[in-house]
Structure formats: C-alpha cells, structure tokens
C-alpha cells in the first residue's frame, strides 16, 4: 500500500500529489481532501476513486511562515517582518547638477491589540548635487527635499505649463525655527519642452546659502510621475492593509460590523 508523505499548507483542505498515486499511464496528480476535524482522508485519481493509506505531515506555524517567505519574501509587507531591504531610485544628470529620487518607507507603531497603524506616512527624497565639471558632481555639498505624498500629488498634477512651490522649515515649532529655510520651485522651461527643479536652501547654522538648478525634460518628468502614481499608495501603507486581509475576515465585515458601517454611513 502506497503512503505518500504531505506538507500542510495554511490553505487548508485541497492537496495535490505527486504521479505516485496516479495512473501509470498518466502524470496528472490525484486531489485529497480532508475534512475539518475529522481524521480521515478522501481521495480521488484520475482514473476513479482508489484507496490507499494516507501518512498527513503537517506543518508547524512558524515552518508555514518560513515556506510562504521563501515562496516569495517580497510578497508580505507587514510592519512585524523583516523583508530583505532593496534600494531603488531615479537620477537625472545634467550639466550643472544632478538629482537622485528615492522613496522612503512609511513607519508603523504597535497596538495593544496586537495591530498596528501607521504613525508616519513614507515620503520621496530628492537629493540635489551641483556639478563641479563634466559629469562630474560634488555630492559631499548635496542638498535634499523630502516631498510629502501631498506634494507628490501636487507634482503629479502639473500640467505642461503649470508651475508650483513649496516650502520647508525642518525646525518648525522648535527653539531653531527660521534658521534653515528650503524652497523647492518647479516651473515650466521657457520653450515648453520640460520643466525646471530649482532648491534653494538657506542654512545660518552652517552659512549656506545655495541654489541648484536643474532642468527635466517632459520624458523624465513623465517616468517621475508614473514612479509616484506607483508609489503613493505604498507611502499611505494601503498595501500592508491589504495584505493583511484574509478570506474568514469577510465574515466578520458581513456581519454587525457592516451593518454598524452602514448605520454610520446614512445616519451622518
């Protein structure tokens, strides 16, 4: 009597097997189903119904999480994990200066429940270098901008000739308010073929005052905004919402608390 060995999936009740269990004439694998709290197993082959003794090897929880990881460990984005950190971006290079984009992760904090929620939204950092000679740029003298997903909004929204503006006090609210002030200006180049990205930062901690100019055609304005449709809803953390959605929360939702969702809704 054949006895396959299976490894439970967290899914739970379809499995299929390898050819052991099917006719010899054909590898497509049989389907066993077991029932919820029962101890017994049915089985179906290709060629009809069959008995057989069954060996289940079901796994642990923690052995579940580590073949679901290993499955596709860029999947889950759930503020307990640690998922391998990728680093991705966009550059620009121009004759006077340069200009790197790169997205910066939300924060979650932890609830009593067990839950979390976000705490800080993820933000796009835009880190200005001056040129110093032919492709050749100064990044020690760097200057950076973090858009929030408002002003990303903002950008994504200009037309070709809108123009906008935006200013930050890193210190805001505190004792050294005023004494570091950033203005990001983007505003459409005179012969409409792009727009310009210009910095100006004024820092009296450190006797800075300096202005990078660069200009960006509508080719690479168009990939800045593709990339920041893209990534405005992983800034807001909308997908490690949805990847915390499981198939039994429906019946839950379907139940008093849609109906208290409901109520909530007609009777504002």
Same mark, same amino acid.
């Given at each position: 009597?054949?006895?396959?060995?299976?490894?439970?999936?967290?899914?739970? =009740?379809?499995?299929?097997?390898?050819?052991?269990?099917?006719?010899?004439?054909?590898?497509?694998?049989?389907?066993?189903?077991?029932?919820?709290?029962?101890?017994?197993?049915?089985?179906?082959?290709?060629?009809?119904?069959?008995?057989?003794?069954?060996?289940?090897?079901?796994?642990?929880?923690?052995?579940?999480?580590?073949?679901?990881?290993?499955?596709?460990?860029?999947?889950?984005?759930?503020?307990?994990?640690?998922?391998? =950190?990728?680093?991705?971006?966009?550059?620009?290079?121009?004759?006077?200066?340069?200009?790197?984009?790169?997205?910066?992760?939300?924060?979650?904090?932890?609830?009593? &429940?067990?839950?979390?929620?976000?705490?800080?939204?993820?933000?796009?950092?835009?880190?200005?270098?001056?040129?110093?000679?032919?492709?050749?740029?100064?990044?020690?003298?760097?200057?950076?901008?973090?858009?929030?997903?408002?002003?990303?909004?903002?950008?994504? &929204?200009?037309?070709?000739?809108? %123009?906008?503006?935006?200013?930050?006090?890193?210190?805001?609210?505190?004792?050294?308010?005023?004494?570091?002030?950033?203005?990001?200006?983007?505003?459409?180049?005179?012969?409409?073929?792009?727009?310009?990205?210009?910095? %100006?930062?004024?820092?009296?901690?450190?006797?800075?005052?300096?202005?990078?100019?660069?200009?960006?055609?509508?080719?690479?304005?168009?990939?800045?905004?593709?990339?920041?449709?893209?990534?405005?809803?992983?800034?807001?953390?909308?997908?490690?919402?949805?990847?915390?959605?499981?198939?039994?929360?429906?019946?839950?939702?379907?139940?008093?608390?849609?109906?208290?969702?409901?109520?909530?809704?007609?009777?504002?």
């Amino acid at each position: 009597m054949f006895a396959p060995s299976l490894s439970a999936n967290p899914a739970g =009740r379809l499995w299929f097997l390898d050819n052991g269990l099917s006719s010899k004439t054909s590898n497509a694998p049989c389907v066993v189903i077991f029932p919820r709290g029962k101890g017994k197993a049915f089985a179906v082959s290709p060629q009809g119904k069959r008995r057989f003794g069954v060996k289940a090897q079901y796994s642990t929880p923690k052995e579940q999480n580590q073949q679901q990881q290993g499955f596709s460990p860029y999947e889950s984005s759930f503020p307990g994990q640690l998922p391998p =950190r990728v680093y991705v971006g966009y550059s620009v290079y121009k004759g006077k200066a340069a200009l790197t984009v790169e997205p910066r992760p939300p924060e979650f904090s932890p609830l009593g &429940s067990g839950a979390f929620k976000i705490s800080k939204e993820g933000f796009v950092l835009l880190q200005f270098a001056p040129g110093v000679g032919t492709r050749q740029y100064d990044w020690s003298r760097k200057q950076v901008f973090s858009l929030s997903v408002t002003e990303i909004g903002t950008i994504i &929204s200009l037309g070709a000739r809108d %123009s906008c503006e935006f200013f930050h006090d890193p210190f805001k609210g505190k004792s050294d308010e005023g004494r570091v002030r950033k203005v990001l200006k983007v505003e459409p180049l005179p012969d409409g073929s792009g727009h310009f990205f210009n910095l %100006s930062v004024q820092n009296k901690m450190t006797s800075v005052d300096e202005s990078i100019y660069i200009p960006i055609t509508k080719a690479e304005l168009a990939i800045l905004v593709s990339s920041f449709n893209f990534i405005v809803p992983y800034l807001l953390g909308w997908n490690t919402f949805a990847n915390s959605v499981k198939p039994e929360d429906s019946s839950r939702v379907g139940g008093a608390n849609a109906r208290y969702a409901a109520d909530f809704e007609w009777n504002r």
